[in-house]
């Protein structure tokens, strides 16, 4: 079965870049995603199209992609941005919707 | 302002079938485009995609669920239902309904945003 892989954990200091990663054969080929979610709540949609960021999204939060791997960069990180952080994408053969297993960003 | 919200039982049996809802407004599912579908997440863990269901009726399931799960829309009610049957306690889960619209460009379609999300439902499954 399709997989997408994230590190389970990053840990930054505040103001500083947080890059987390995720894997995949097909993200060369299907658009990426990426959510945020904070304790208790739902996800945000952060990210689409690979890119793109949703209106109210902050111009420090971007994505990016080589070959089949696709990097969410968060720039200036503060206290608020300590989340779980997950990509999505999708497997063509489906299409199915996959999202990564979760990467924890922990703010030192 | 477009809203999601989930409901249904928060505690069934073993074996037995679980019916969640999803009521939405400020959006239509007629929409060409316009998908409404179902993802869980279990205590701690990684969400996990379960189905959707597009503005032209065509559905999708994970695979590893197809055969216990059935999603269906009215979209005069604007509603989406999902129906899970002979649930077991790995089933415990919180349910979120949300709403995602096709990213295509004239070529083709290459993914599904999910832009709106419910706050979801946490679903026990225990004797």
């Known amino acids: 079965s399709y997989e997408l892989t994230q590190p389970p954990s990053v840990s930054v200091s505040p103001g500083q870049t947080a890059r987390i990663t995720c894997s995949g054969h097909?993200?060369?080929?299907?658009?990426s995603y990426w959510y945020r979610q904070r304790p208790g709540q739902a996800p945000v949609l952060l990210i689409y199209k690979d890119r793109e960021r949703p209106s109210g999204i902050p111009e420090r939060i971007s994505g990016s992609t080589s070959g089949t791997t696709v990097t969410l960069t968060i720039s200036g990180v503060r206290a608020e941005d300590e989340a779980d952080y997950y990509c999505?994408?999708?497997?063509?053969?489906?299409?199915?919707?996959?999202f990564g297993g979760g990467t924890k960003l922990t703010v030192l | 302002q477009i809203t999601l919200k989930e409901s249904g039982p928060t505690l069934v049996k073993p074996t037995q079938t679980l019916t969640l809802t999803c009521t939405f407004s400020?959006?239509?599912?007629?929409?060409?485009?316009?998908?409404v579908g179902w993802i869980r997440q279990p205590p701690g863990k990684a969400l996990e995609w379960l189905a959707l269901?597009?503005?032209?009726?065509?559905?999708r399931y994970s695979p590893s669920l197809k055969s216990r799960l059935t999603i269906t829309k009215d979209t005069s009610k604007n509603q989406v239902a999902l129906t899970m049957t002979n649930v077991d306690p790995v089933d415990t889960a919180t349910y979120y309904c949300?709403?995602?619209?096709?990213?295509?460009?004239?070529?083709?379609?290459?993914?599904?945003?999910?832009?709106?999300w419910g706050q979801g439902t946490l679903v026990t499954v225990s004797s």
């Open positions: 999505q994408s999708a497997d063509i053969d489906g299409p199915y919707v996959i």
């Open positions: 269901i597009y503005w032209n009726d065509d559905k």
């Open positions: 949300a709403r995602s619209e096709r990213d295509c460009n004239i070529v083709a379609c290459y993914g599904d945003r999910w832009d709106y």
């Open positions: 097909t993200l060369s080929k299907q658009y």
């Open positions: 400020g959006f239509s599912l007629s929409t060409s485009g316009v998908s």
